[in-house]
Nanobody
Framework: QVHLVESGGGSVQAGGSLRLSCEVS????????MGWFRQAPGKEREALAT????????YYADSVKGRFTISQDNTKNILSLQMNSLKPEDAAMYYC???????????????????WGQGTQVTVSS
């Protein structure tokens, strides 16, 4: 059974920072394709950063490059998303996800990921 539990969301003013965490269950954490996504009301779920936990997180969406950083803590099985210089347009529900299928590369769309957490809400005021 795969369980992903996000935390760390909240309300912040524009220009502020938040750090999201995703607690990952089981042995899937090593060398697993994982990522952070977000979905705003009326919009499609978009990938923010994805990659293999045993290697490099290779994909960042243009909208968050230079502001968001994905990282992992192997000792605690936690996948994190550090978000700096937040903008009102960053407001959304944020999700972490995992893909257990063997693919040529880690995907960068929501359709590539089968396991999802419940999400954590981020609100950014101007």
């Amino acid at each position: 059974q795969v369980h992903l539990v996000e935390s760390g969301g909240g309300s912040v003013q524009a220009g502020g920072s938040l750090r999201l965490s995703c607690e990952v269950s089981g042995s899937i954490f090593s060398n697993t394709c994982m990522g952070w996504f977000r979905q705003a009301p009326g919009k499609e779920r978009e990938a923010l950063a994805t990659g293999y936990t045993g290697g490099t997180f290779t994909y960042y969406a243009d909208s968050v490059k230079g502001r968001f950083t994905i990282s992992q803590d192997n000792t605690k099985n936690i996948l994190s998303l550090q978000m700096n210089s937040l903008k009102p347009e960053d407001a959304a529900m944020y999700y972490c996800a995992a893909d257990l299928l063997i693919r040529p590369r880690c995907g960068d769309t929501a359709a590539d990921f089968a396991y999802w957490g419940q999400g954590t809400q981020v609100t950014v005021s101007s």
